[in-house]
């Protein structure tokens, strides 16, 4: 059994977003084209508080892409993004949520960020996406979305610490690259922890 996890495409993470991310859309329609071949289509949506503390407006004098310790955390500040109920937190139009068995949200504690999927930055609570999988029998798992760099990076190494056979399709993910080089290290260091990388043409 294998599941695609699509992870955050959502308009914030778009052009014209929030927290844009060059030609966010691209994920949407390769995620759409590999629905098809799966048995199982999850997603994950990033899901904030209005008064969630990774955002930098919550900080006096701070700026996006500042560096906090947050309960005990490094906590990188980003503009007001993915807040619960508005535009921005909503999937793209395009994306074909219909196939969506099952939506897990995540950040939706003020106090801590979750970039994965799977668990917020600090392990302290779990999503429920991966006992999900598991009890659905799945094994390995293919993901898409955004942001290569952050969200999908992080998802992607809890999937492989989970036990997951993971694959990360990478044309059908764009990375923020706060550094030039963000996207470029991530899918290295996805890579060297066991991650299977290959484009959507290569999933069968
Ligand atoms: C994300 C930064 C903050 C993401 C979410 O989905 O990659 N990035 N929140
Ligand atoms: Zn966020």
Known sequence: MRALICVDIQNDFCPGGALEVKDGLAAAEVAN?????????VATQDWHPA?????????PWRRPGDVIELNGL???????????????AEFVRELRT????KV?????????????GFFDNGHRKATGLGDY????GVEEV????????????????????????????EDG???????????DRAVMEMKEKGTIIVTAAEVD
């Open 33 to 41: 084209q590999l629905m098809d071949r799966f048995d199982l289509v």
């Open 51 to 59: 008064n969630h503390k990774s955002f930098a407006a919550m900080h």
């Open 74 to 88: 490094e906590q990188i500040l980003w503009p007001i993004h993915c807040v619960q109920g508005s535009f921005g």
């Open 98 to 101: 219909d196939a969506f068995e």
């Open 104 to 116: 897990f949200v995540k950040g939706t504690d003020p106090e801590i960020d979750s970039y994965s």
């Open 133 to 136: 999988l598991k009890e659905k």
């Open 142 to 169: 293919y993901i898409v979305g955004l942001a290569l760099d952050v969200c999908v990076k992080f998802t992607v190494l809890d999937a492989l610490e989970l036990g997951f056979k993971t694959y990360l399709v």
């Open 173 to 183: 993910c764009r990375g923020v690259n706060l550094k030039p080089k963000d996207s």
